[in-house]
Nanobody
Framework: EVQLVASGGGLVQAGGSLRLSCAASGFTFDDYAIGWFRQAPGEEREGVSCIPIIGDSAYYAHSVKGRFTISSDNVKKMVYLQMNSLKSEDTAVYYC??????????????????WGKGTQVTVSS
């Protein structure tokens, strides 16, 4: 059973940083696309960053490019999202997700079938 547990959210001032962690278990890490997504109140869930297959180059949403960095630890089966220069518009619940098989469209939430519970990120201005 695929399990994903996200953590690391919190309250931070604008301009600050947070690192989110996603602990993955129950599947062969190397065969899956992994992504971070977020959903603000009243908004649709959107892709933030993803890795098509572990070891591939990452994709980023335009709104976070240059500020956020996704990384993975294959041994620990962890995926991280380092978020710098946070803005109030980054406030949302952040989710990690996984799907079997690579895809260049890994920022699309609809392509994922395994989701962890979210972690709240609140950026105060």
């Amino acid at each position: 059973e695929v399990q994903l547990v996200a953590s690391g959210g919190g309250l931070v001032q604008a301009g600050g940083s947070l690192r989110l962690s996603c602990a993955a278990s129950g599947f062969t890490f190397d065969d899956y696309a992994i992504g971070w997504f977020r959903q603000a109140p009243g908004e649709e869930r959107e892709g933030v960053s993803c890795i098509p297959i572990i070891g591939d180059s990452a994709y980023y949403a335009h709104s976070v490019k240059g500020r956020f960095t996704i990384s993975s630890d294959n041994v620990k089966k962890m995926v991280y999202l380092q978020m710098n220069s946070l803005k109030s518009e980054d406030t949302a619940v952040y989710y990690c997700a996984a799907r079997y098989g690579t895809t260049r469209l890994c920022l699309l939430p609809a392509l994922y079938d395994s989701w962890g519970k979210g972690t709240q990120v609140t950026v105060s201005s």
